[in-house]
């Protein structure tokens, strides 16, 4: 069964810059995709960004331009490089991985943004 350990989250301020990790417990090549995604008390999980095994990737369009996804295969790791940081960018962060029509969470790490 693999698992996802997402790290790097913390406070910052307006216009700050985080970049959480997601290290996987088998190579990120077996996953179809894996993507990262947000959620906010009382709210759904929202995705943030996504990249496919073939290196596509996705952005929701309130972190178009700010946040980066990538992947380093030799590490199993999968960043989420976010910069110009907002207080509506506070949420907890979730990695997923799909593989064969199988997701998998991470369980999450807290982003806070502070004004």
């Known amino acids: 069964q693999v698992q996802l350990v997402e790290s790097g989250g913390g406070s910052v301020q307006t216009g700050g810059s985080l970049r959480l990790s997601c290290a996987a417990s088998?190579?990120?090549?077996?996953?179809?995709?894996m993507g990262w995604y947000r959620q906010t008390p009382g709210k759904q999980r929202e995705l943030v960004a996504v990249i496919t095994s073939g290196g596509s990737t996705n952005y929701a369009d309130s972190v178009k331009g700010r946040f980066t996804i990538s992947s380093e295969n030799a590490k199993n790791t999968v960043y989420l490089q976010m910069n110009s940081l907002k207080p509506e960018d506070t949420a907890v962060y979730y990695c997923?991985?799909?593989?064969?029509?199988?997701?998998?969470w991470g369980q999450g790490t807290q982003v806070t943004v502070s004004s």
């Open positions: 997923e991985a799909t593989r064969v029509g199988t997701t998998t």
């Open positions: 088998r190579s990120i090549f077996s996953f179809n995709n």
